[in-house]
């Protein structure tokens, strides 16, 4: 159960016997399996015994469904007494999900200590430590693959089967892929569900503007009202997620365990004894890991600046910096900026050869260098991070995760907030806003689903084609998937919500649009996981980590862009104020470049009401925010009532566990007398400790 496959990089018998050998020490399951795919290694397939998996689920207190519904912690004495969580239409066999017992195996894993240090182990650069797990040095020494198997039966195809807009299909994740996956689908889920507001909201303004061809989103008195509301409904979306997640987590009966400290492979230091445990370990001081953040954090900006004169040339060679712009003193590039002059390959005015063709060369060129660079920046952030040396796998990952998201971040908005806060150009804003978002969207289908299925296939008929010897099919059928990567998946989604409320008074129909992608993503991102990728490892979280803060970043800024885009960027304020601004015809040429046959300023005198109005907008939104946050709580009353239950019942039953056996079936109704005489007792002991 909870199936894990070993792979050695090596055929030292010594070496093989003494691993094995530990690993049984540690009462798991080890039985030697065919590799086909690589005679080098040494292959084996790694579970727990059902004994073993009783005493885990007991020792981390996982919440089973008792036969009255109800959830409390698992005891061994009592397995009879619990419900089997439901599959797929049926029960399943074995009292325990997938992902608890992948989850029991890959701990059990990682508590096998080394005890010894034979000649024949081989020793990693940062050196061994007796206490230290024996597969934390394998995979120091880079000799080990270890990953959870997928399931031979239909686990590995029931979320798939439910199908992502099933209400259960979140549970189902959990169910076979853990919490940590499942938490990005509830999200994902939860995010779909909440776009249909703006959605509606979105489409009616665009059926506004296309039944009125005079007006548009830069002068529409709807776009600032649909603007203000997006900006309430990203709080009110953030809030509602952190209820949704807590009710999730509370079902699930997910619980982190807060004293664990999870020593990651790569992470070196002096040796001292801990303070904790009493063992020994190895320590890295705060004070070197914050010149390392200083160094990397250089290195990053000087990237950040490659990023940008990349950006500025894609922004020449599309024609948004010419020589009516504003930053053409600084930002203009003559040799390569002629190419969208008059009559020219990229001419955006149409007057070029083949426009319908060429015109969407530098869009395309644009979002290829993003992928290049961010391709780059993501081999860089990989070394930087490993430099910093964080100890912990979930430190490490999130200062990973905060570097690439910055970065690609970066890439994706930096065009996008150039033409709206420099050239204050929300015409050509739209337009290239549009043309980012449909590549985006159809690149994320193509690369993440059907290339990597069409490669997979590919490969396995040539596999197919050269294998002449009998094989573990499960086994070799997991070793040429890919490895499951997350952050992309909530690095598109997050990118995605940026486009949808830091520029919606530009592109109103982001969130119609977004709610179809996000149900093809839904589709494809399960795909992914049940057909082209590894099962990956089980994390027992909480929350979706770092996302959550990077969410409620891109809600809060998008106060500060639309405000901007509605006084200045365009003529949305002037259509209500008009007095505060005056219009400035451009030559027939400038209107080419620029989109429009004019542009507005600020009238004469009115700079300091402009402002003022800006500054009022933006206290008066804030105000609404911050109250809206303190007034919506982050759990739901019955999760409290469930955790306050929950408690009620553990204290109950660590009073009843030194006499008879205890039952609390219900939180109403009759108690035994003599368990609530020990409750009694229990008080009156506290009220004469406490005097």
């Known amino acids: 159960m909870g199936d894990h496959v070993l792979i050695l990089k090596t055929k030292d018998q010594n070496l093989l016997d003494f691993i094995t050998g530990r690993i049984r020490d540690g009462g798991l399951h080890i039985s030697p399996c065919n590799h086909s795919q690589n005679k080098r290694h040494s292959a084996f397939i790694v579970s727990s015994p059902e004994d073993l998996i009783s005493k885990e689920a007991e020792g981390w207190g996982f919440l089973k469904r008792d036969l009255q519904g109800f959830k409390r912690e698992y005891r061994r004495a009592n397995h009879l007494f619990y419900q089997p969580p ?3 239409k049926t029960p399943a066999k074995s009292l325990f999900t997938p992902s608890e017992l992948s989850y029991i195996t890959n701990e059990v894993m990682k508590r096998i200590k080394m005890k010894s240090l034979p000649d024949f182990f081989p020793r990693p650069k940062s050196g061994l430590l007796k206490s230290d797990p024996m597969i934390l040095a394998l995979e120091r020494a880079e000799i080990v693959q270890f990953w959870p198997l997928h399931s031979s039966g239909e686990d590995s195809k029931e979320s798939w089967k439910v199908g992502p807009l099933d209400r259960t299909f979140c549970d189902h994740v959990e169910h076979y892929f853990g919490s940590n996956v499942a938490l990005y689908f509830a999200w994902l889920r939860n995010y779909i569900t909440w776009l ?44 509602s997620w952190e209820r949704k997640c807590s009710s999730l987590v509370c079902d699930w009966g997910i619980e982190e365990v807060q004293w664990r400290r999870e020593v990651r492979p790569g992470f070196t230091g002096r040796k001292r004894i801990s303070p904790v445990t009493g063992m020994p370990e190895r320590h890295f001081s705060s004070q070197e890991r914050l010149f390392r953040y200083c160094v990397s954090a250089v290195v990053t900006l000087a990237l950040l600046i490659v990023a940008f004169f990349f950006m500025v040339l894609s922004l ?55 992928q290049i660079l961010n391709r780059i920046f993501q081999v860089v952030a990989n070394i930087l991070t490993n430099w910093e040396n964080h100890r912990s796998p979930i430190q490490h990952e999130n200062a990973l995760y905060i570097k690439r998201f910055f970065f690609e971040a970066f890439d994706c908005y930096i065009a996008l907030f150039y033409l709206a806060f420099v050239e204050a150009d929300i015409v050509l804003l739209r337009k290239t806003l549009t043309s980012f978002y449909t590549y985006d969207s159809l690149r994320r289908l193509s690369c993440e689903t059907l290339i990597p299925l069409l490669t997979r296939k590919a490969s396995r008929k040539i596999a197919k084609k050269e294998e002449t010897a009998s094989s573990n099919s499960r086994m070799d059928e997991d070793y040429d998937k890919g490895e499951y990567e997350q952050f992309d998946d909530y690095l598109e989604m997050v990118v995605q919500l940026g486009y949808v409320t830091l520029f919606a008074g530009a592109f109103p129909l982001a969130a119609p649009l977004s709610v179809i992608c996000n149900i093809l993503e839904l589709y494809s991102d399960i795909f992914k996981l049940s057909f082209i990728t590894k099962l990956p490892k089980v994390h027992r979280v909480t929350n979706i980590g770092v996302w959550s803060f990077l969410v409620k970043g891109i809600v809060l800024l998008s106060i500060f862009t639309n405000l901007y885009i509605f006084c200045f960027t365009s003529e949305q304020l002037m259509t209500y104020a008009p007095t505060f601004f005056e219009r400035v015809p451009l030559s027939p040429e400038e209107a080419v470049k620029a989109g429009s046959d004019h542009y507005h300023v600020i009238a004469a005198g009115a700079g300091m009401a402009v402002a ?75 009220e004469i400790n406490e005097q």
């Open 196 to 239: 249909i507001l703006p959605a509606v909201a979105g489409s009616l303004v665009s059926l506004y503007h296309f039944i009125h061809p005079d007006i548009n989103v830069d002068n529409s008195l709807v776009t600032p009202v649909y603007t203000l509301f997006i900006v309430i409904w990203g709080v009110l979306f953030v809030k």
């Open 612 to 686: 003022t109005t800006m500054m009022s907008l933006e206290h008066v939104i804030l105000f609404l925010v911050v109250v809206m946050w303190l007034l919506v709580p982050e759990t739901t009353p019955s999760v409290k009532d469930e955790k306050a239950r929950r408690e009620y019942v553990k204290f109950m039953e660590s009073i009843g566990s030194s006499g008879e056996n205890v039952t609390i079936t219900t939180s109403v109704g009759t108690k035994p007398k003599n368990l609530w005489g020990k409750v009694k007792l229990f008080h009156e002991n506290s």
């Open 316 to 370: 020449n060679l599309q024609g948004y910096i010419h020589k009516f712009s504003y930053s053409r003193n600084y930002l203009l590039f003559p040799s390569i900026s002629w190419l969208c002059d008059e009559g020219q390959l990229f001419d955006r005015s149409g007057r070029g050869p083949m426009p319908y063709l060429f015109l969407k060369v530098p869009i395309i060129l644009h979002l290829v260098t993003i």
């Open 86 to 88: 439901y599959t797929y």
